[in-house]
């Protein structure tokens, strides 16, 4: 029994981290949420305790809402420890998850009609953490003045209650000001959140290059880079600053540029992606490693996820290198210049092992969606005679990183013989690459839920 608990609990770890519910390269959408919602429901149903302790995992801000929610819906199931200790996951996962999918997550339980004392003071206390309420206040306002309803809770200050709720007055606030006099000055505009300024730049008829140029140093960094390509067309430069970019969005966006470009920019771009790793990297040494990566054409994605599962291969790519004494990089398509990959071809990751395992390393990172074509199996197998034939005992230390959820068998697709765990940011790689050991059926129950209370706590502490 013990067994079956830790082995749903790793199914659905892999889930949380991967899935986001949205289309993949091998499932549609509909198969993605139809599956992830099952494995919500199984859980919550059989292990409360450690669906409630995965909120201090590595899981992404879909799942971390979605977890959230259930456990405020199902409050009546949990006794009093349970609530004190799952009010205090929530909490502290919240602050760390995009604020608008928090304020979805408010949306949600307003629906639900899920209001009692623990959700409004979770309310609170995500509201009162907030830098500065007034920015919120202009970019959310219709779901910060939901949430305040909701949750019966007093707006800050004397103005962000009037804002929300009365009418258009003067106010000393600055950029609550700026929003007043933006419905009829143009120059105010750029004074607001890009997202909001956008609404009001077309409301007066700006030239949408123009509007670019003046609202560029409010943008957030991931909104220059979303717009850096399009802005180009029009001839300005956002000043994207790939220096402050973490690894794997940097990755994105690199894979987003034509080959072209690449090379024409490629010692900008090699600098960045270097130090980017080097930052994650810090304090982690691997010794002698050799990385199998997954550039087939299965690595495009989805429409949804583009090219995320690639952009997952080339920031793994990075950090193995600054990480390693020594390192092989072996792509499946034999490409040897990591900066132009595309997703191309078949998955021969078979072949690509066996090339790894030749060079002796110590460590052998395989970064793959797992559906191994070419030919069909042959990976598993390769692995299976390496395990009971040539390393026995271990030596070689193997994990398998899978960047897709595999909706049919509500977990990511595994290469057999090796310990596969699920992930979405190369930032999370060296955590994973530790937390795999759970998955080689070597470790019982007991000591995964010592692993969990041990995160639960610095994380609470963080």
Not at 417 to 425: E, L, N, S, Y
């Amino acid at each position: 029994m013990d067994r079956v608990t830790a082995e749903d609990m790793l199914m659905f770890v892999n889930a949380a981290i991967t899935s986001s519910g949205q289309r993949e390269f091998h499932s549609a959408a509909s198969a993605q949420r139809f599956s992830l919602d099952f494995l919500h429901e199984y859980m919550i149903g059989n292990y409360r305790d450690l669906y409630a302790a995965t909120l201090a995992l590595d899981i992404n801000d879909h799942n971390a809402t979605l977890i959230a929610h259930r456990l405020l819906v199902t409050a009546a199931d949990a006794d009093d420890d349970q609530k004190r200790l799952e009010g205090q996951l929530i909490g502290r996962r919240l602050r760390l998850v995009a604020p608008q999918r928090v304020y979805e997550l408010f949306r949600r339980l307003r629906q639900s009609r899920v209001n009692n004392r623990r959700t409004r003071a979770i309310i609170r206390d995500w509201l009162s953490h907030r830098p500065d309420p007034a920015f919120d206040a202009v970019k959310y306002r219709t779901p910060l003045k939901q949430a305040v309803r909701h949750a019966h809770v007093k707006p800050d200050g004397d103005e962000l209650g009037p804002f929300l709720f009365a009418g258009k007055t003067r106010y000393a606030t600055p950029i609550l000001e700026s929003w007043r006099r933006a419905h009829y000055e143009q120059a105010s505009i750029y004074d607001l959140p890009y997202t909001v300024a956008e609404g009001f730049a077309a409301k007066h008829n700006i030239d949408r290059a123009t509007f670019l140029e003046r609202i560029e140093p409010r943008m957030t960094r991931v909104e220059r880079l979303r717009l850096q390509e399009s802005a180009r067309r029009s001839k300005i430069d956002l000043g994207v600053d790939l220096g402050s970019m973490p690894l794997t969005r940097l990755s994105s966006y690199v894979l987003s540029l034509p080959v072209t470009e690449r090379v024409e920019r490629r010692a900008e771009l090699t600098r960045a992606l270097r130090a980017a790793a080097a930052k994650v990297a810090a304090g982690h040494r691997w010794g002698r490693v050799a990385a199998v990566l997954d550039d087939s054409f299965s690595a495009f994605g989805s429409r949804q996820k583009r090219r995320r599962p690639l952009a997952v291969a080339l920031a793994c790519h990075y950090l193995c290198e600054a990480m390693a004494d020594s390192y092989v990089p072996l792509w499946t398509s034999g490409r040897t210049d990591a900066l132009l990959v595309y997703p191309r071809g078949v998955t021969p990751l078979g072949e690509r092992v066996l090339d790894a395992l030749e060079h002796n390393p110590d460590r052998l990172l395989i970064v793959s969606d797992g559906w191994d074509n070419a030919p069909g199996g042959m990976a598993s197998e390769v692995l299976r005679v390496w395990r009971t034939r040539l390393d026995p005992e271990h030596e070689v230390i193997v994990v398998h990183l899978n960047p897709e959820y595999d909706a049919d068998t509500f977990d990511v697709k595994k290469i057999g013989h090796v310990p596969t765990v699920g992930v979405r940011d190369a930032e999370d790689v060296p955590a994973l690459v530790e937390f795999a050991r759970f998955t080689e059926g070597h470790t019982g129950l007991a000591e995964l839920k010592a692993h969990f209370d041990d995160r639960i706590a610095r994380f609470l502490e963080g």
